[in-house]
Every structure is written in structure tokens, then in C-alpha cells.
């Protein structure tokens, strides 16, 4: 059995592809969660403008984006969440302003 074993034949392909998903999960799970707190961050913390945060973090996030090789389904992301940003932001501005009078 162990005499049967030689060095570098063994076929990891699948150990490989393992790998290489776990790390793309941690990769998109961290720098979500960096653009996520830094948004909560400057507008809550800091007290910026939500809308500029909003621009900045964008901006941010696509800089990340290129600074790690992201794929085009990064950006889709951040897009997708620029647009969540906005679309939340108004509505709560819409409601203050209702409940304003």
C-alpha cells in the first residue's frame, strides 16, 4: 500500500478547485463586508451625507474591484448595490418628509 504511493501523481484537481472557491467565498465575503461597514461607518459614525458616502463607497468598492482582479460580476454587485443605496435613501427621505408635515 504505502510502497504504491510516488510522489506528485496523485491528480488534485479536485482539491485545487476546492481551494480556489473557498478563497474566491473569503475574498468577495471580506470586501463586501469592508464596503458594507464603511458606508454604515460614514454615515453614522462620521455623519456624512448619506448620499455622498453612498458615491464614495462606490467608488471604493470599484477600486477594490481593481485592486484584487475582480470579474465583471463585482461590479454588477456594487452597481446593484449603489442603486439599493439610492433607492432606500429616497424612500426614507420621502417618508421623513411625510411625517414632517
Do not use: H
Not at 504504491?4 to 484537481?13: K, S
Amino acid at each position: 500500500m504505502a510502497a504504491d504511493y510516488t510522489r506528485g501523481e496523485m491528480n488534485i484537481t479536485s482539491q485545487k478547485n476546492t481551494f480556489d472557491g473557498f478563497m474566491s467565498i473569503t475574498l468577495w465575503s471580506s470586501l463586501l463586508l469592508t464596503v458594507t461597514l464603511l458606508y454604515l461607518t460614514l454615515v453614522f459614525a462620521v455623519g456624512m451625507d448619506w448620499m455622498g458616502s453612498l458615491i464614495g463607497v462606490a467608488i471604493v468598492g470599484i477600486v477594490l474591484g481593481l485592486v484584487t482582479s475582480m470579474k465583471t460580476s463585482w461590479y454588477v454587485t456594487i452597481g446593484g448595490l449603489f442603486v439599493f443605496g439610492l433607492l432606500c435613501g429616497l424612500l426614507s427621505q420621502l417618508f421623513a418628509v411625510f411625517l414632517a408635515g
